[in-house]
């Protein structure tokens, strides 16, 4: 009987560690997998920033040009060419948000309400930008032709799309704040995985360059080689 018991022990107690260490793997694996998610989140609110960022200073750029024009009007021929190839475009890509958004697994493995809503905001408002700043600038642009003449150089109010990009900048600043408050991301932590995945960019885009170097190549070697063809067809 005692035997029987210590062998029912036994047995109960590996059925229990198996189980435990099943368990430990599973939940280890599911917070790694949380991590990367949220990381690739962040990642992307980071590089809408920096686009952002780079559209308001644009904004910015501008506004001066046009006040140095006003005040020196013979540089009009030279700063209207820097003010239209200043135009912010404030360009990002829709993957990651697709991925996030429309992908209810990586909602669900992420497990956090609040921060599902904050970056759902922030796409909103990035949307909002693109479409109510940079967009309105372009669409203007090719309706009234500003920069054809000094009067259209000063008149075009880039004032306010420069007030109005400031209060968007502001918002989303905010925002991408609560999205690693939320989710406890240091900027420590954060800069590591920027810096992973910008190398990862730079391996692909020097694997593009030796991939255009060899279209290149092949293209040349093509285009002699019919060349060769036909003089051979003419003679």
């Known amino acids: 009987m005692r035997q029987f018991l210590l062998s029912l022990l036994a047995t109960t107690v590996s059925i229990a560690l198996t189980f435990g260490t099943a368990a430990v793997v599973d939940h280890n694996k599911k917070q790694k997998e949380k991590r990367e998610i949220v990381m690739m989140v962040m990642y992307d609110l980071h590089n809408s920033m920096k686009s952002l960022e780079e ?56 497990g956090n309400v609040l921060f599902t809503e904050m970056v759902s905001e922030f796409y909103l408002t990035r949307k909002q930008y693109k479409t109510e700043i940079c967009d309105s600038i372009l669409n203007e642009m090719k309706r009234t032709s500003p920069f054809e003449s000094l009067k259209g150089i000063l008149n075009f109010d880039i004032g306010i799309y420069t007030l109005v990009s400031g ?11 609560n999205c690693k408050k939320i989710m406890g991301v240091t900027d420590e932590q954060l800069n590591v995985y920027i810096s992973k995945r910008e190398s990862l960019e730079k391996d692909k885009t020097d694997g593009q360059q030796v991939l255009d170097s060899l279209t290149e190549k092949f293209g040349a070697i093509n285009q002699r080689l019919e060349v060769a063809k036909k003089k051979l067809k003419l003679e």
């Not at 005040?71 to 200043?86: A, M, Q, R």
């Not at 209060?167 to 991408?176: E, F, I, S, T």
């Open 55 to 110: 559209a308001d200073s644009s904004l910015h750029q501008i506004m001066d040009w046009q006040v140095q024009i006003a005040e020196d009007t013979t540089l009009f021929k030279s700063l209207k060419y820097n003010i239209v190839g200043t135009i912010p475009r404030f360009e990002y890509t829709e993957t990651v948000e697709r991925i996030f958004s429309s992908n209810i697994e990586s909602i669900n493995t992420v």
């Open 167 to 177: 209060l968007y900048r502001n918002n989303m600043q905010q925002k991408y704040a």
